[in-house]
Nanobody
Framework: QVQLVESGGGLVQAGGSLRLSCAASGRTFGKYILGWFRQVPGKEREFVAI????????RYGDTVKDRFTVSRDNAKNTAYLEMNSLKSEDTGVYYCAARLSTLPIAVTTTTSFRSWGQGTQVTVST
């Protein structure tokens, strides 16, 4: 099972940008689909983005489409979430998650992911 560690969160003003990283252990990183989710207290974890093992295909949640970009560097066992034009409603704890590529990336439920990182806080101030 792959282990994940997120980093790059912090405080940013509305309209600004941040890049989150998700570092993974193991030698088979490219076999895993990676997802990004976020959560605020009292709400369910929300799907943000997903990327296939090769990085060739991606999907985004409706609230972040055209502002966020997910990518990965399999040689570095790392995935990224580039966040631009940040809004106050983007505030939350951001998690990366991994699963083997047995389900298509159209499946974006939290229950479809087996491995999760500890999360990194993103706060967008107005």
């Amino acid at each position: 099972q792959v282990q994940l560690v997120e980093s790059g969160g912090g405080l940013v003003q509305a309209g600004g940008s941040l890049r989150l990283s998700c570092a993974a252990s193991g030698r088979t990183f490219g076999k895993y689909i990676l997802g990004w989710f976020r959560q605020v207290p009292g709400k369910e974890r929300e799907f943000v983005a997903i990327i296939t093992g090769s990085g060739a295909s991606t999907r985004y949640g409706d609230t972040v489409k055209d502002r966020f970009t997910v990518s990965r560097d399999n040689a570095k066992n790392t995935a990224y979430l580039e966040m631009n034009s940040l809004k106050s409603e983007d505030t939350g704890v951001y998690y990366c998650a991994a699963r083997l590529s047995t389900l298509p990336i159209a499946v974006t439920t939290t229950t479809s992911f087996r491995s999760w990182g500890q999360g990194t806080q993103v706060t967008v101030s107005t």
